[in-house]
């Protein structure tokens, strides 16, 4: 048996498909109840926003919640190094004046 404890850690949630899945359970909660009796159809005026408005609201909490909990270190850190510090510029060029096409090359391969 391990001495080791398995880390728990979370992955980040797709605020995006949050939002969707959870309008997507109150329309079929609001189907399901007028198809089976439990409202009108006279109803769905004001019914039919109910999920939109509530998926809404989660996704502007879950947005605002998720922000407090990211911190400044990673966005510091990246911000430090000069831009395209990892990259290194191949700078012999193969091609020069002589080797550009012009229109007139291609007339002539073309004769």
Known sequence: MSTTEPTRGTHPVVIGHLVMGLA????????????????????LRWLLPLPWV?????????????GRRRTAAPYA?????????????????????DDTVTDLDHEEEQR
């Open 24 to 43: 997507f359970l109150g329309l079929v909660g609001i189907w399901a109840a007028v198809e089976y009796g439990g409202v009108s159809t006279e109803d």
């Open 54 to 66: 509530f998926a809404g609201a989660t996704g502007l909490l879950a947005v605002t919640l998720s």
């Open 77 to 97: 850190a990246a911000t430090t190094e000069p831009p395209y510090a990892e990259h290194e510029f191949d700078t012999d060029h193969t091609t020069g004046p």
